[in-house]
Each structure stands twice: as structure tokens, then as C-alpha cells.
């Protein structure tokens, strides 16, 4: 199981990379293959404000959809067009090509609330 030292992670499963006040998020390699093969991923709240929590988007495997959670309040200032038509990427390459949004923070201070990879080592038993 790959879970990068460098990120920070979400209990939902996210993943987080804070470069200044913009975060890039997407989902762990566990996620991806606990969900299968994804055939589509739906973000909603491009260019919105959204809470620490609330849904920003969904992922779409071939037998189930799951929610994605924003793990840092702010603004959706990008989503990975590239996944529009290759969502297989998330599968691929979840830590790289396969990331989703990009946030800009309005509360840099959630980020302590967040998983270091240890931390999230143990929430899914790694």
C-alpha cells in the first residue's frame, strides 16, 4: 500500500498536498482500490467555497459511487480536467495524474487537524 510521508490524509480517505495557501486533493491509493475500477469522477463546486467536511464532488466505480469530502475549508479553484476522460487515471496514479481539485484555504490552521501517514497507516490497518 503506498501512503506518501510527504501528504496529509483525511479519515475519508483523502489525500492532501499544501504547497502555500493552495492544497491539492485527491484520493489514497486505498480508496482507489477498495472503489475498483473508477469510470467517472464529478466535481460540482468548481469556483465555489466549500466547508472543511462537506461533499465537493463524486467518484463513480463500476458497482458503487462514493462521496468525496473537502478535508480544508475554501475555494475549488481547479479540477483535473484530464479525468473527464481518463478517470482511470485515479486508479493509476492516485498521488500523481490522478489527483482532483485544487483549493485555495481560507483556514490554513485545519491543516494540524490533519492524518500524518502514520496516523492514517493505522485508521486503515497498514
Known amino acids: 500500500m503506498n501512503i ?13 498536498k499544501v504547497e502555500g495557501d493552495v492544497a491539492i486533493v485527491g484520493i489514497t491509493d486505498h480508496a482507489q482500490s477498495e472503489l475498483g475500477d473508477i469510470v467517472y469522477v464529478d466535481v460540482d463546486t468548481l469556483d465555489e467555497d466549500v466547508d472543511k467536511d462537506d461533499t465537493f464532488g463524486s467518484v463513480e466505480a463500476v458497482k458503487t459511487v462514493s462521496d468525496l469530502f473537502m478535508p ?3 475555494e ?3 479540477f483535473n480536467e484530464a479525468l473527464e476522460d481518463e478517470p482511470e487515471l485515479v486508479n493509476k496514479d492516485p498521488y500523481g495524474e490522478g489527483w482532483m481539485i485544487k483549493i485555495k484555504m481560507s483556514d490554513t490552521s485545519q491543516i494540524e487537524d490533519l492524518l500524518d501517514a502514520d496516523a492514517y497507516k493505522e485508521i486503515i490497518g497498514a
Open 4 to 16: 506518501p510521508a510527504d501528504l496529509k490524509y483525511t479519515k475519508d480517505h483523502e489525500w492532501i
Open 72 to 74: 480544508l475549508s475554501g
Open 76 to 78: 475549488v479553484i481547479e
